[in-house]
Structures are given as structure tokens and as C-alpha cells.
């Protein structure tokens, strides 16, 4: 995945909570790793809306479409009715249709690959006081062009798993042939698997997976659960990608029990930040990234998530050196 030759003009949304602390945090390794980036301030989410009124704005959306991508630390999203999500709308509005969600850990490497933008977050919801209702939308071209980006990332690698619920939901009927047609036609080896299943075999064996390709709410509670078996929320990585623009992100969301603490653990920002360099099709940076990530975790200095005593400020900095080193 890459959208070489690009001008590499970054929409750099710090957030709230943690946000802007790993973002501080993956910037400084940015920096090391010489990266040469342009960074376009954005500031959006709960923090704004607190003090505006308002989360993001439309002056926000066209900033952010003059740029080629966007980092983004984290975003509160609070249980207010008046609230819209921004990263929804940041999803939808640049059609970011597929997350994309690697793990790895000692002797585990699989991809997590989300539909981002139907499912049961389409938003076709109803609630009063007798009954609730969401929707859960699979639509053919949905289903089709996330299918598409995990056979693309699959023929890279070993094999698909499907996971779907399909023995009940009908909506997944339709998910799982459409995946099985693409498999076939990408000639990308392939199983299917129940929801609940995956779910098992992920904390029982989470060896036997590759690629992985599911709806939008199971690849949210999964992506989770994955998080947890590789050492925790806080090393993890995403894209948002679409076909015209793509948004990096630590998957975790603004921790506000450890907001402004300065121990949030900058590794899922870094990583994403190394995942936007291979996007931009700097892979090599990305993979120097990567390593220099792989000897702070092994020399321990980590945050206290992981065990450490390290600030976020720290692991960065020890991260920011080791690449600076193996210049
Ligand atoms: P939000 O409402 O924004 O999703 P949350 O607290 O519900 O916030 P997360 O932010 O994902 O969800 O946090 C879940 C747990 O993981 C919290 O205990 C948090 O402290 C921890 N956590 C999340 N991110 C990090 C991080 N970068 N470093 C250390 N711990 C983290």
C-alpha cells in the first residue's frame, strides 16, 4: 500500500487526552528518522466542542482534504446525545472504507482488516422510550472494496480468514460470498470462520491467523481483543485508507485515567506514523522505524502499561536516539 510520488502534506490532529502526548511523541521520531514532512495543525474533537461548540467544522473537512494524509492522536467521543463522533464523520466524509490493523508481537504478525464505513455504525438508527433500533447495512460495493484491500495485503502474504456470523445474520450472507468470490479470483488462499469462533482461537491460538477481513463492528471488538493478546492497547497501529485520502492512528482511544500524566505509551502513534512513511512510500524509514520500536521494547524501556517506569517523552526520546544510531 502506497501512494508514491505524493506531496507529503500532513493534517496533524493531536486530539484529546493522551492525543496530543503520543503525537508529541511521534513526532520526535519523525523528526530522527528524517522524515521531512509538512504538518497542517488541525484542531478537532471533545475538547473544541467544550469550549465551541462545535467537534470539526467544514473549513476542518477542506483543510484536511488539501492534505495527502492525516495523523491523528485521539479523539473522546462522550456519551452526549448532541455529540457526533468526528472520527465517524472523518471516516465517512473521506470515504476512509478500510482500517487496517497489524499486530505483532515475539513470533505473532497478523493483519486485522476492518470495514470502516457500514455495518452497524451506518447510522441508521432509531430510539424512543418502547423500542431501539440500528440497522445493520452490508452493501454489495461495501463488502466488494474491503474485500479488495485484504486479498491485495493476503497475496502478499500466506492466507484469508473470512469472519462473519452468517449462520445468523443475513447481512453477512452477503459479506462472506462476496469475500469467497474475491479470495477465488485474487487465487489468495482462504477459510471462513464464525465470529465467536475467531474470537476464540485468537486468545486459544492466535498463530494459526494471517489476514483477517470482517465487518465494522467486529473488526472493532476483535481489533481489541488482539490488542490485548500482542501486550496491550498501547503498541498498536492503524490506517484509514480510501481510495483518495488515508488517516494514521494508535488504535487506542484518549485514556482519560492517564490523560496529562505523561505515561501514555507513544509506541501505536510511532508505529502508525511509520505505517503513513510506508504509505508515502517511504519504506524504508518505515522499517527503521520499526526496529529501532522492536530494541526499545527489548532493551524494556517501556511505560508503565508495559511494565516500564519510562514517561512517554522517554520512550520516545530512547526511540528518536536508536534511530539516530543506526544512521
Ligand atoms: P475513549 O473513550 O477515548 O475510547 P477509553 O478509556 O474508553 O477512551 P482507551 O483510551 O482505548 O478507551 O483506553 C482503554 C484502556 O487502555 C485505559 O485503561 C487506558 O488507560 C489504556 N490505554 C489506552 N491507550 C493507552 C496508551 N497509549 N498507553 C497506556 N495505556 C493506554
Not at 296 to 321: N, R
Request: proline share 4%; with cysteine.
Amino acid at each position: 500500500m502506497s501512494c508514491r510520488g505524493a506531496e507529503k502534506r500532513v493534517a496533524l490532529v493531536r486530539g484529546d487526552g493522551v492525543g496530543p502526548e503520543v503525537i508529541d511523541g511521534a513526532l520526535a521520531v519523525l523528526e530522527a528518522a528524517g522524515a521531512g514532512l509538512e504538518f497542517v495543525p488541525v484542531e478537532l474533537g471533545y475538547g473544541r466542542w467544550k469550549r465551541t461548540g462545535k467537534a470539526i467544522a467544514e473549513e476542518d473537512l477542506e483543510l484536511i482534504k488539501t492534505c495527502h494524509s492525516v495523523l491523528l492522536g485521539a479523539i473522546t467521543t462522550p456519551p452526549d446525545p448532541e455529540y457526533r463522533s468526528v472520527l465517524l464523520r472523518l471516516r465517512q466524509e473521506l470515504d476512509l472504507y478500510a482500517n487496517i490493523r497489524p499486530f505483532s508481537a515475539p513470533e505473532l504478525d497478523f493483519v486485522i482488516v476492518r470495514e470502516n464505513t457500514e455495518g452497524m455504525y451506518s447510522g441508521v438508527e432509531k430510539l424512543d422510550e418502547e423500542e431501539a433500533t440500528t440497522l445493520r447495512v452490508i452493501t454489495y460495493r461495501g463488502s466488494l472494496r474491503i474485500a479488495e484491500r485484504a486479498c491485495a495485503i493476503a497475496s502478499k502474504r500466506q492466507r484469508l480468514t473470512i469472519v462473519h456470523k452468517s449462520n445468523v445474520l443475513k447481512s453477512d450472507r452477503l459479506f462472506l460470498k462476496i469475500c469467497e468470490e474475491t479470495a477465488r479470483r485474487w487465487d489468495v488462499p482462504f477459510e471462513s470462520m464464525l465470529v465467536d469462533a475467531a474470537a476464540y482461537n485468537l486468545v486459544i491460538n492466535p498463530k494459526r491467523f494471517d489476514v483477517m477481513v470482517m465487518t465494522n463492528l467486529f473488526g472493532d471488538i476483535l481489533s481489541d481483543e488482539a490488542a490485548g493478546i500482542v501486550g496491550g492497547l498501547g503498541l498498536c497501529p492503524s490506517a484509514n485508507l480510501g481510495d483518495k485520502y488515508a488517516l494514521f492512528e494508535p488504535i487506542h482511544g484518549s485514556a482519560p485515567d492517564i490523560a496529562g500524566k505523561g505515561i501514555a505509551n507513544p509506541i501505536g502513534a510511532i508505529r502508525s506514523a511509520a505505517m503513513m512513511l510506508e504509505w508515502f512510500g517511504d519504506a524504508e524509514k518505515a522499517r527503521m522505524i520499526e526496529e529501532a520500536v522492536e530494541w526499545s521494547l527489548a532493551q524494556k524501556v517501556t511505560t508503565p502499561d508495559l511494565g516500564g517506569c519510562c514517561s512517554t517523552k522517554e520512550v520516545a526520546e530512547a526511540i528518536s536516539k536508536r534511530l539516530a544510531w543506526s544512521d
